[in-house]
């Protein structure tokens, strides 16, 4: 298994795509929907009335595609169902659009694919960035901190080592804060994404100050969210160096392509790095979230 310096695109033997409110929800079906023999499409059962996800899900009706439209706990329930019906006789190519999956249903349907995807198949997943939406002007509510799936929930290791919790931060204001605080651990590593919508990650930046004044300027990494590549080499050399003193645990905030890449990573380490979400649920008000134009995207090799 290996992560690709560049993005196969083409012909896709199957692809999954998210169905939502958010208007940017459409956006790599309009782009790459023509390219698929096949189309799964897994859509939520709340927020149905919301912003664009009736008009999103036309589209999807009109193309015949396979729809689910379930809650997070019984997604891979289903997806796991799709693939075993599958009889793959050889290698394949398949499409997977996170934008707007949960980090928990995204984590459940990449770990389905890598178990059940013939060796030597492709798995190339993209992300549409977001334009500018401000933070939330109060604090969500924490109600789950746990495993993103049971299939990366770890090994507890050398109880005698110290955890290194590893923030992909997010700009909502003192989340990995709070976080942080809860855990007590003996390190903290964070990364700050950069993007082409340069606003995001000065909202990063203001919203975790206190955290970030808290820790080393050693222990402070910024990534690139448009190379995903180079993000999964950087993440994989920080993880290893901590195993040598410590259990290193992440914690994807923020853009969902690190969230994505950790789950990669989580599954290459197995079981010597679990990989953690913090959700409110569904507390947080619905917001849509309009496609900012720049596509992130990358291919894994099976």
Known sequence: MKILKSFIGGEFDLAIFGLGFESRAISAFDKYGSDCSELLVIGYDINTDKFSYQVNKSKYLESKANIIEHGDESVSRHVDGFLFGKNFDGPVNVLLDITVMSRHRLACIICSLMDSLPEHSTLSVVYTLSDYIPPPNEDTPIKYLCEITSQLGGSIGDPSLPTSVIFGLGYEKSKALGVANFLDSGFIYTFIPKSPVTKFETDVVDNNKDLLDSISSDNVFFYDVCQPYSTYLDLKSLVQSLNKFSRPLIIPLGPKILAVLSVILG????????????????????????????????????
């Open 267 to 302: 599954k290459e380490l197995y079981p010597n790095l679990p990989v953690w979400r913090v959700s409110s649920g569904y507390s947080e008000v619905p917001v849509d979230r309009p496609a900012s134009g720049v596509e992130v995207n990358f291919t894994l090799k099976l």
